[in-house]
């Protein structure tokens, strides 16, 4: 059983890109930013990351879990400058808010239990130049979201200024972090990068960081 939500961009049901990783002998299943997967086969869910935020939650006691990816919607300096991690308690709609919201509910319909979940945070990289501050403002929202709803944070790779590279096991909650260092500063090239490596069969997660 498999089940993909996807909140902008794409009409729900739309396909996913599933590929096979041959490092770990798994099919993997990308997701953009503003998509949310949950499955409970034993697949890998993968995607890249700048400054954006991707929770990666699971239920071990049946083995179902899910990735998000979100950027909270900040679409000036004065609102980033502003913007403090309470505020999705009083703002509906914020999309860091909706995505957690909407992973969580996804495990909660599929069986799991609220005070089983885990969960690892990713992401919140400082590489975009002209808004340095989304990655900290990201960082600040998730953990104060996993805190406030009671959640257990088992492990984070959040801030610095590179991309990341994450790979999620779903039954399991391991998941693999690949440090982008020669791309940072330049998403654009790195998501490019990342295409490339998803679809070669040469890839070689020896150089990831487990957590």
Same mark, same amino acid.
């Given at each position: 059983?498999?089940?993909?939500?996807?909140?902008?961009?794409?009409?729900?049901?739309?396909?996913?890109?599933?590929?096979?990783?041959?490092?770990?002998?798994?099919?993997?299943?990308?997701?953009?930013?503003?998509?949310?997967?949950?499955?409970?086969?034993?697949?890998?869910?993968?995607?890249?990351?700048?400054?954006?935020?991707? +929770?990666?939650?699971?239920?071990?006691?049946?083995?179902?879990?899910?990735?998000?990816?979100?950027?909270?919607?900040?679409?000036?300096? /004065?609102?980033?400058? /502003?913007?403090?991690?309470?505020?999705?308690?009083?703002?509906?709609?914020?999309?860091?808010?909706?995505?957690?919201?909407?992973?969580?509910?996804?495990?909660?319909?599929?069986?799991? /239990?609220?005070?089983?979940?885990?969960?690892?945070?990713?992401?919140?990289?400082?590489?975009?130049?002209?808004?340095?501050?989304?990655?900290?403002?990201?960082? +600040?929202?998730?953990?104060?979201?996993?805190?406030?709803?009671?959640?257990?944070?088992?492990?984070?790779?959040?801030?610095?200024?590179?991309?990341?590279?994450?790979?999620?096991?779903?039954?399991?909650?391991?998941?693999?972090?690949?440090?982008?260092?020669?791309?940072?500063?330049?998403?654009?090239?790195?998501?490019?990068?990342?295409?490339?490596?998803?679809?070669?069969?040469?890839?070689?997660?020896?150089?990831? /960081?487990?957590?």
């Amino acid at each position: 059983m498999h089940k993909v939500l996807e909140l902008r961009g794409h009409p729900k049901g739309a396909s996913v890109s599933r590929y096979f990783y041959p490092s770990l002998q798994k099919m993997m299943v990308k997701i953009h930013p503003g998509e949310v997967y949950v499955t409970s086969d034993d697949e890998l869910i993968g995607t890249g990351l700048g400054s954006c935020i991707s +929770a990666c939650i699971w239920d071990p006691e049946i083995g179902i879990g899910g990735m998000n990816h979100f950027m909270l919607p900040l679409g000036t300096s /004065e609102d980033i400058a /502003e913007w403090t991690p309470t505020q999705w308690r009083s703002r509906a709609a914020r999309y860091g808010n909706y995505a957690m919201e909407l992973l969580i509910n996804t495990l909660i319909q599929q069986g799991a /239990e609220k005070h089983r979940l885990q969960v690892k945070l990713f992401g919140g990289g400082v590489v975009m130049g002209q808004c340095t501050a989304v990655g900290e403002k990201n960082i +600040a929202f998730a953990i104060d979201y996993v805190t406030s709803e009671g959640l257990v944070l088992v492990s984070n790779d959040l801030g610095d200024d590179f991309p990341r590279k994450l790979i999620f096991e779903p039954k399991t909650g391991k998941a693999w972090v690949k440090k982008m260092r020669s791309y940072k500063g330049d998403v654009q090239r790195f998501d490019k990068k990342y295409q490339r490596t998803l679809q070669s069969p040469k890839v070689d997660s020896g150089d990831s /960081e487990l957590f």
